[in-house]
């Protein structure tokens, strides 16, 4: 069955520290994933994706398609990146996103 | 920037009841779709619809659940019987198009759904 796996609740981190959120994925195919973020009292919103191969707000993921991974990383964390991330998939031809349990990021000062 | 518009923010039902959950989609979007999320729990895919009729669902998404397009602007999810276990937090998400590698599905804001 297809899964996603954030193994961390929350990651708490000092402001410019670097940052690692985790995510794994189960798929025989080839996946499609993704990053959303929800930051306080906001939607949910596609922070970046892994077929774009961009990076936003400093933000960067690789897909290891050996590892099955998809991590979230950025090297100098920010106070405004605390926000619960969430990593998702899209598997061949369908139009459903899998998500993962998500991973709180705290950023303090 | 357009968005995506659910209501009510919040809902409050007696068991047994049925509800409807609102939604707006933005306007160029041709693909809808329902997820929940129970509190403590993932984002859970329900359904997602596409030319008036349903394109996928999930096993979740059983004969309790119903979704329409009643006027070619808002897109309903309908919760008959609600049980306790349908408390939860419901997206709603519209996108340009299929699947999600070239496209972005856009979420509303949610709909807490409270059955007491």
């Known amino acids: 069955a297809q899964r996603v796996t954030q193994p961390e609740k929350l990651l708490s981190v000092f402001k410019g520290a670097p940052v690692e959120l985790k995510c794994n994925y189960s798929y025989s195919g080839s996946p499609e994933l993704f990053w959303y973020v929800q930051y306080s009292r906001q939607r949910l919103q596609l922070l970046l994706r892994h077929i774009s191969r961009e990076s936003i707000k400093g933000f960067t993921a690789d897909l290891n398609k050996g590892e099955t991974s998809f991590h979230l990383k950025k090297p100098f964390a920010q106070e405004e990146d605390s926000a619960m991330y969430y990593c998702?998939?899209?598997?061949?031809?369908?139009?459903?996103?899998?998500f993962g349990t998500g991973t709180r990021l705290q950023v303090f000062p | 920037e357009p968005e995506v518009t659910q209501t009510p923010s919040h809902q409050v039902t007696q068991m047994g009841q049925e509800v409807i959950l609102r939604c707006v989609p933005i306007?160029?979007?041709?693909?809808f779709y329902w997820y929940r999320q129970i509190l403590g729990q993932k984002v859970e895919f329900l359904v997602s619809f596409y030319n008036n009729e349903i394109s996928e669902k999930s096993e979740i998404f059983d004969d309790q659940f119903s979704v329409e397009r009643p006027d070619g602007s808002n897109f309903t999810l309908k919760i008959r019987s609600t049980k306790l276990e349908d408390s939860a937090m419901y997206f709603c998400?519209?996108?340009?198009?299929?699947?999600?590698?070239?496209?972005?599905?856009?979420f509303g804001q949610g709909t807490r759904l409270t059955v007491v």
């Open positions: 998702a998939l899209n598997t061949y031809r369908t139009d459903k996103l899998i």
């Open positions: 306007s160029n979007h041709l693909y």
């Open positions: 998400a519209s996108s340009e198009g299929p699947g999600f590698g070239n496209t972005e599905a856009f």
